[in-house]
Nanobody, 118 residues
């Protein structure tokens, strides 16, 4: 049974930082592409960042480039998202995904709330 558990969300002021973590279990995540999406209230889920299995290829949404950094520790089956210079428009539920399928992922975590106050 594949399981992804996000953590690290919370409330932060604009300009602050947060580091999200996504711990995986149940499969060899080290061989899968993984990434992050987010969903703000009243909006569709949108792509944030993704990384291939060994970190050789990374992609970011234009809205987060130069502010967010995706990384992974395959030895611990854990994915990270370092978020700096946070803006109120970054407020959303952030979801971790694993095993890329089309423009999304086959497996998803339950999400973690990030709220950025102005």
């Amino acid at each position: 049974q594949v399981q992804l558990v996000e953590s690290g969300g919370g409330l932060v002021q604009a300009g602050g930082s947060l580091r999200l973590s996504c711990a995986g279990s149940g499969r060899p995540f080290s061989s899968w592409s993984m990434g992050w999406f987010r969903q703000a209230p009243g909006k569709e889920r949108e792509f944030v960042a993704r990384m291939d299995w060994n970190g050789g290829i990374t992609e970011y949404a234009d809205s987060v480039k130069a502010r967010f950094t995706i990384s992974r520790d395959n030895a611990k089956d854990t994915l990270f998202l370092q978020m700096n210079s946070l803006k109120p428009e970054d407020t959303a539920v952030y979801y971790c995904g694993a095993l890329r399928v089309g423009n999304g992922f086959r497996y998803w975590g339950q999400g973690t709330q990030v709220t950025v106050s102005s």
